[in-house]
């Protein structure tokens, strides 16, 4: 298991859960019922970063730009690329509730 940088925090972890929800109002979302993301499998509602330009095929398969931090911590260069291939996905356009906002 490697280390983020100069934290404790794991670069990849099957162990890992979701550990904080937010609120959100009329934001692009999908419901994910085991998707993918540093080997931890996870369901719940995820906010897009940009709406459905949020979800792209890589490598024969798709992932979903989302707003989500690993253990506590937002990633600096890029929001995280969630893994879709064998999960189910649901659109919700224009969703208020609450949203998986880390994992860890």
Known sequence: MKNLSNNNIPHTSSKAQVSKLQRVQDVFAIEVKNAMY???KFSGVLE???GTD???KYK????ANAKLAWFGMELKKRNPFINLANA???LLPCYT???VASLG
């Open 88 to 90: 189910e996905v649901t």
């Open 97 to 99: 509730g609450d949203v």
């Open 48 to 50: 897009l970063v940009n």
């Open 54 to 56: 949020s979800i792209r």
């Open 60 to 63: 024969d398969s798709y992932r």
């Open 38 to 40: 540093r080997g931890a």
